[in-house]
């Protein structure tokens, strides 16, 4: 079965670190672009992502600085390492893998099914 499965969320206090993991099934991780999104009510928001082709990590301004996008291709897994957590960071959290599949000739587009990540002392 063709899925991503995250892990890692949970309550925490203002100032506090979390890393939320999201491993891969089915498919490899190695040639996708990966991304971590979060829904907060109302608002759906794209955090991080990075790149098949240089590998360069990219940052929503709201988060840049503090939070950290990583894969480890060894262990099919993508990763997002958040620090100095704030209140306005609670929102459900998803992991996104696309690529476009040059044989099938259209985009291949996994997402998590999120984790819910609430910042409150």
């Known amino acids: 079965q063709l899925q991503l499965v995250e892990s890692g969320g949970g309550l925490v206090q203002p100032g506090g670190s979390l890393r939320l993991s999201c491993a891969a099934s089915g498919f490899t991780l190695d040639y996708y672009a990966i991304g971590w999104f979060r829904q907060a009510p109302g608002k759906l928001e794209g955090l991080s992502c990075i790149?098949?082709?240089?590998?360069?990590?990219n940052y929503a301004d709201s988060v840049k600085g503090r939070f950290t996008i990583s894969r480890d291709n060894a262990k099919n897994t993508m990763y997002l390492q958040m620090n100095s957590l704030k209140p306005e960071d609670t929102a459900v959290y998803y992991c996104n893998a696309n690529v476009f599949d040059l044989i099938l000739d259209k985009v291949l587009d996994y997402w998590g099914r999120g984790t819910q990540v609430t910042v409150s002392s």
């Open positions: 790149l098949p082709g240089d590998g360069k990590a």
